[in-house]
């Protein structure tokens, strides 16, 4: 199993953005593991139009939504399941600004099963990242 994490980034006012990284397994013969690889980042009005999705793949993996707060350091480890959907998540609306899309786009991750979010998962991480991207948004965003 794959082990992601999301880190909360403390910004001005109170406020903080998401970032989500992906652990490099540890080969054989290592001392340590490779440093982790950042997958995306969240702020601003995205973040909050999507707190609801992001408080679900907390609770799936134990945590309490309440938790989420900009001085959190330590950071919550994700299973693979939730961190594929929260990638996705990330990347499809990173550079998105209308809350209507933002809100489609979000929906339809969450909606999406388990080998659908890998299939685009492996997609946007392995393949042409930006064609990938752009067919999800507009799948997903009307």
Same mark, same amino acid.
């Given at each position: 199993?794959?082990?992601?994490?999301?880190? @909360?980034? =403390?910004?001005?006012?109170?406020?903080?953005?998401?970032?989500?990284?992906?652990?490099?397994?540890?080969?054989?013969?290592?001392?340590? +593991? =490779?440093?982790?690889?950042?997958?995306? +980042?969240?702020?601003?009005?995205?973040? @909050?139009?999507? +707190?609801?999705?992001?408080?679900?793949?907390?609770?799936?993996?134990?945590?309490? =939504?309440? %938790?989420?707060?900009?001085?959190?350091?330590?950071?919550? @480890?994700?299973?693979?399941?939730?961190? *594929?959907? *929260?990638?996705?998540?990330?990347?499809?609306?990173?550079?998105?600004?209308? =809350?209507?899309?933002?809100?489609?786009?979000?929906?339809?991750? %969450?909606?999406?099963?388990?080998?659908?979010?890998?299939?685009?998962?492996?997609? *946007? %991480?392995?393949?042409? +990242?930006?064609?990938?991207?752009?067919?999800?948004? *507009?799948?997903?965003?009307?």
């Amino acid at each position: 199993m794959q082990e992601f994490q999301l880190r @909360v980034v =403390p910004l001005d006012n109170n406020s903080f953005a998401l970032e989500l990284y992906q652990c490099a397994y540890k080969k054989s013969g290592e001392k340590k +593991r =490779p440093a982790a690889k950042r997958l995306g +980042r969240l702020k601003g009005n995205a973040l @909050v139009q999507t +707190r609801q999705a992001i408080y679900s793949y907390l609770k799936a993996n134990k945590y309490d =939504p309440k %938790t989420l707060t900009y001085s959190r350091q330590t950071p919550y @480890v994700l299973d693979e399941e939730s961190g *594929v959907s *929260v990638a996705l998540l990330f990347q499809a609306l990173q550079p998105l600004s209308k =809350p209507e899309r933002i809100a489609n786009i979000s929906q339809g991750i %969450t909606a999406m099963s388990n080998e659908e979010a890998h299939y685009w998962f492996a997609k *946007v %991480t392995n393949g042409k +990242r930006s064609p990938a991207l752009k067919a999800m948004r *507009v799948l997903l965003g009307d």
